[in-house]
């Protein structure tokens, strides 16, 4: 009898942990696409902060700023078709949205790492930029290791580390931290 019990408490503990695996691995999906839904438009707004910040530097920093907007604008329109892809995503879930999703958020993040090799703002304006992008790439490139873990093509395959991101909430108030500054 003891040997029976045994066997079935294995039984019930392998079931345990294929439960709790599978719960963990089937709501992964939502929970990324909810916090790229929000990270996605704060990383915007911080980006349009930039173009607040920027529009007010004269002199010598205005050609930095003028190539720092431009590069802004350009990613602008990139979580536009961020935004989109997610949407698609989110209606029709397939390993080809998500790969677009990839390419999009690595169009982004190369673009934005182009600001940090602009010089010639004024050093707290510069200070307040680096640190924004440095926030959101950080956040992005976040976001990028969790989406092999969503592609059913890497089933059963060893993958990267996935980087957690940070909390919308949390993502929200370091941008606004930044941005406040003196």
Same mark, same amino acid.
């Given at each position: 009898?003891?040997?029976?019990?045994?066997?079935?408490?294995?039984?019930?503990?392998?079931?345990?942990?294929?439960?709790?695996?599978?719960?963990?691995?089937?709501?992964?999906?939502?929970?990324?696409?909810?916090?790229?839904?929000?990270?996605?438009?704060?990383?915007?707004?911080?980006?349009?902060?930039?173009?607040?910040?920027?529009?007010?530097?004269?002199?010598?920093?205005?050609?930095?700023?003028?190539?720092?907007?431009?590069?802004?604008?350009? =990613?602008? #329109?990139?979580?536009?078709?961020?935004?989109?892809? /997610?949407?698609?995503? *989110?209606?029709?879930? $397939?390993?080809? @949205? &998500?790969?677009?999703?990839?390419?999009?958020?690595?169009?982004?993040?190369?673009?934005?790492?182009?600001?940090?090799?602009?010089?010639?703002?004024?050093?707290?304006?510069?200070?307040?930029?680096?640190?924004?992008?440095?926030? =959101?790439? #950080?956040?992005?490139?976040?976001?990028?290791?969790? /989406?092999?873990?969503? *592609?059913?093509?890497? $089933?059963?395959? @060893? &993958?990267?580390?996935?980087?957690?991101?940070?909390?919308?909430?949390?993502?929200?108030?370091?941008?606004?931290?930044?941005?406040?500054?003196?």
């Amino acid at each position: 009898m003891k040997v029976q019990n045994r066997n079935l408490y294995r039984l019930g503990m392998i079931l345990v942990l294929f439960s709790v695996t599978a719960c963990i691995m089937g709501c992964s999906a939502p929970s990324f696409l909810t916090d790229l839904e929000m990270i996605v438009p704060i990383a915007g707004s911080a980006v349009a902060g930039l173009l607040a910040l920027l529009s007010s530097v004269t002199g010598s920093g205005a050609s930095a700023a003028a190539s720092i907007q431009s590069i802004v604008t350009k =990613v602008d #329109g990139e979580f536009t078709d961020l935004n989109q892809l /997610i949407a698609s995503y *989110k209606t029709n879930p $397939a390993d080809s @949205t &998500l790969e677009n999703i990839e390419v999009a958020v690595n169009e982004v993040v190369t673009d934005l790492k182009q600001i940090l090799d602009i010089a010639g703002l004024p050093d707290t304006t510069s200070t307040k930029v680096n640190a924004v992008v440095q926030e =959101v790439v #950080g956040q992005l490139e976040a976001m990028l290791s969790v /989406i092999p873990v969503l *592609k059913s093509s890497t $089933a059963g395959q @060893t &993958l990267t580390q996935v980087v957690k991101p940070v909390a919308a909430a949390t993502f929200k108030a370091n941008i606004h931290g930044i941005l406040g500054a003196k």
